[in-house]
């Protein structure tokens, strides 16, 4: 499951970061790296962005970039 596909309200653990080298490095200085715990604040209406908890402080991530993002 992805980061986009998870339900508001949840919290879930990352797994894994998709993209090439660039791409991951900057997800990752957003704080969003693998066993950290991201809990699904609330979603837009049509999507995107998704608003997150992440390391104690909230966090918009684009669409694109939640769906590269692995959680379980």
């Given at each position: 499951?992805?980061?986009?596909?998870a339900k508001v309200g949840s919290t879930v653990v990352v797994t894994k970061i998709?993209?090439?080298g660039a791409y991951?490095?900057?997800i990752?200085?957003?704080g969003i790296t693998?066993?950290?715990e991201i809990y699904i604040r609330k979603v837009a209406p049509l999507g995107d962005p998704v608003e997150?908890?992440?390391r104690g402080y909230e966090?918009?991530?684009r669409k694109n970039d939640a769906q590269c993002v692995q959680v379980k």
């Open positions: 499951m992805t980061l986009g596909e998709e993209g090439d991951k490095r900057r990752m200085d957003m693998k066993g950290s997150i908890t992440v966090l918009s991530v």
